[in-house]
Antibody, heavy 119, light 108 residues
Framework: QVQLQESGPGLVKPSETLSLTCTVSGGSISTYYWTWIRQPPGKGLEWIGNIYHSGRTDHNPSLKSRVSMSVDTSNNQFSLKVSSVTAADTAVYYC?????????????WGLGTLVTVSS | EIVLTQSPGTLSLSPGERATLSCRASQSFNSSYFAWYQQKPGQAPRLLIYGASSRATGIPDRFSGSGSGTDFTLTISSLQAEDVAVYYCQQYYSTPPTFGQGTKVEIK
């Protein structure tokens, strides 16, 4: 059974960089696309971007150029960085797997981690 | 991007009743790229339906999906207490993939 677990600081100061890691267990990261999704408190879901094991990435234009992602196949992890954060970036951040034959369809999710942007 | 609008915002029904949730897209697309997710309080979303009408692994058959073009429906044939959740629709036809704002299902 594939499991995903997000980790990283729960509090980030405005204008700084948010950094999260997702650790995948029960399966290899060296297949599928892996994605980040966020959910502001009491609101809906927003796709942030995805990464393939080759390092190829795509991201939501709404976040402009503030997003970067990386993959560490040796540790079965992938990571997210969001720069120049503001209070609007406060959200529960989820990592998820994209179902094998369908890009952007999410079949396994982590439990999520709340990141609060505040001084 | 494709905007998805869900209705109603909240649905309050008695156990055993039929629940009908709607999702309308801002433009028509291939229904093969449409999904529904269930999010229970304090949990991550769970994939329910993909390809507009195919149930994901382990999903009870009281959940069914239908629709095409711009109008899609999720039906819960007989509402159970454990179905209390927020339900989100999603399109994965074009980038960026987008979600509806959610429909909250409550037990009356």
């Amino acid at each position: 059974q594939v499991q995903l677990q997000e980790s990283g600081p729960g509090l980030v100061k405005p204008s700084e960089t948010l950094s999260l890691t997702c650790t995948v267990s029960g399966g290899s990261i060296s297949t599928y696309y892996w994605t980040w999704i966020r959910q502001p408190p009491g609101k809906g879901l927003e796709w942030i971007g995805n990464i393939y094991h080759s390092g190829r990435t795509d991201h939501n234009p709404s976040l402009k150029s503030r997003v970067s992602m990386s993959v560490d196949t040796s540790n079965n992890q992938f990571s997210l960085k969001v720069s120049s954060v503001t209070a609007a970036d406060t959200a529960v951040y989820y990592c998820a797997r994209e179902r094998g034959t369908s890009t952007w369809l999410f079949d396994y999710w982590g439990l999520g981690t709340l990141v609060t942007v505040s001084s | 991007e494709i905007v998805l609008t869900q209705s109603p915002g909240t649905l309050s029904l008695s156990p055993g009743e039929r629940a009908t949730l709607s999702c309308r897209a801002s433009q028509s697309f291939n229904s093969s790229y449409f999904a529904w997710y269930q999010q229970k309080p304090g949990q991550a979303p769970r994939l329910l339906i993909y390809g507009a009408s195919s149930r994901a692994t382990g999903i009870p058959d009281r959940f069914s999906g239908s629709g095409s073009g711009t109008d899609f429906t999720l039906t819960i044939s007989s509402l159970q207490a454990e179905d209390v959740a927020v339900y989100y629709c999603q399109q994965y036809y074009s980038t960026p993939p987008t979600f509806g704002q959610g429909t909250k299902v409550e037990i009356k």
